[in-house]
């Protein structure tokens, strides 16, 4: 299989786009740490790997933790031998509402969530994946903060925009290592994250081209071509898989 004895960490696999991803590297014949921070899904998403003869190893824990980030690097090292990627995807939308209403704890934690996390991870992935000889990484950016600003989401658009600028940056300091980074702008896609509040759904739709909401596992396959060597001159990228959201916005 073409990612046999390739190690991927994956965080945000304990459900939705993660788990999704996770699963398709695993059948790719990827090996996974798995990241996120509830345990009793990230063991069930593990087992599931090994049933289809995958492997997979689960450490649990928050990326808002710098330590959490060189704990998944170290795992890999310790459990795998190496790094090939990531797929740093774990996020949260946190309290929604307009910006004159929200209080400054969920900021931060919108920030820290959803943006530090990508630059501790990437501190500690690359020195790894130059030890490795290169790599790829990539980090779920949004259409929110992109091509949509939708009301109530301030922090975490500004969040998914921050990884678009960080991820061009981090392509153009590691290229010449062989690292590539891209980001991943998924439009609205059926997880947990997205709830299950048709009014909410019906204006997604509504904003997409294809007139529907992503399946975990469309967004994933776009997370898998990134990883993959079908990639390899794709770097410093905003890649949208948004439904058509952002035809004619630029
Ligand atoms: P889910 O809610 O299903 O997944 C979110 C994942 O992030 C979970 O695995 C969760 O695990 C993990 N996570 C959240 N906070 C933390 C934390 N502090 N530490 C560690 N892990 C954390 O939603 P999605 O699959 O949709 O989200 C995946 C990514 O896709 C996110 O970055 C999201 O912003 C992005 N995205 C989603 C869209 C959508 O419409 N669904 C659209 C565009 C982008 P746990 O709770 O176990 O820690």
Known sequence: MELNDKTFIVTGASSGIGAAAALLLAAKGANIVLGARRQAELDQLAGQISQSNGKAVCLSGDVRDEMYALALVNCAKDEFGGLDGAFNNAGTTGEMGPVPDMQSDNWHNVIDVNLSSGFYAAKYQIPLLCENGGGSIVFTSSFV????????????????????????????????????????????????????????????????????????????????????????????????ADGGNSINKF
């Open 145 to 240: 903060g992109h091509t949509v600003g939708l009301p109530g989401m301030a922090a975490y658009a500004a969040a998914k925009a921050g990884l678009i600028g960080m991820t061009q940056v981090l392509a153009a300091e590691h290229g010449a290592e062989n690292i590539r980074v891209n980001a991943l702008l998924p439009g609205g896609t059926m997880t947990a994250m997205a709830g299950d509040d048709p009014g909410f759904h019906e204006v997604v739709c509504g904003l997409h081209a294809l007139k529907r909401m992503a399946e975990p596992s469309e967004i994933a396959q776009v997370a898998l071509f990134l990883l993959s060597e079908n990639a390899s001159f794709a770097t410093g990228s905003a890649i949208v």
